[in-house]
Every structure is written in structure tokens, then in C-alpha cells.
């Protein structure tokens, strides 16, 4: 009886290339994998909270409103009061953003739905609203 020769090493090496080729494609593609350092809605929302503690303002020329969060059939989920007496908002509104998208991704995710009903930004700061 004839036994069967050992295989190659080259052989070896190529069935274990196609075999990670292979796992690599099933896999979930690297642009729609989720960031795990990515930070989640209520740790955006905690830094939004962070970022507006300071209320402090001389008169309605600082006080201001920002959009906050998603609803399933478009726009914010509310509207929260800022003051830009001592920062100008560009943080804010970076993280107002990230929160916005990350809260559709996860409602979206979730299957959530909403009632659809339009929120209203504040007033100006001369008529009730957000003021000083």
C-alpha cells in the first residue's frame, strides 16, 4: 500500500491564504463596521450637558438655542438653550451634530419610531423662549 506524500509547504501556505481570503469576505466590510471607541448617544448627550452647564449671560445677544437629537421622520427632538458669553459654540455644535447622527443610527438600529411632530425652535430672545 502506497501512503500519500506529505503536502508542500507552498500548498500549505497557499490553503491557509485563500482560507483567511475567504473569512475575510464574509465578514462585515471595514467602512460599515461600528467604531467601538465611537461614543454612543447618552455619552454625546452627557458631553452636550457638560458643554452648556455654563448658562451664564449679560443679555440676549449671548443666549442662543441648538438643536438636539433626531426623530425617525426628520429633524431634532428638541431645542436646548446655550449661552455664548463665554465660548462661541463650535464645540457645541460639533457635538450636537455627532449626537443628531449617532441618535439616528441607534433609533434606526433599534427599529424606533416617532410622532413624526415637528418641534418648534425657541423664540428669539426678545419674545419668550430661550433668554437671558
Known sequence: MKTAAPPSLPRLL??????????ACAGTPPAMAPDAA?????????QIQ????????????HCHSIAIG???CGGPARYLAW???????????????????????????AGLLSNCMAVQAPAPAAAPGAAC
Do not use: F, I, N, V
Open 38 to 46: 465611537a461614543p454612543d448617544a447618552a455619552a454625546l448627550w452627557q
Open 83 to 109: 449661552s455664548s458669553k463665554h465660548d462661541d459654540g463650535a464645540r457645541l455644535r460639533a457635538l450636537a451634530a455627532r449626537h443628531a447622527a449617532q441618535s439616528k443610527l441607534e433609533d434606526e438600529q
Open 14 to 23: 497557499c490553503a491557509a491564504l485563500l482560507a483567511l481570503a475567504g473569512a
Open 50 to 61: 457638560a458643554e452648556t452647564a455654563d448658562a451664564a449671560c449679560d443679555g440676549p445677544q
Open 70 to 72: 433626531s426623530k425617525a
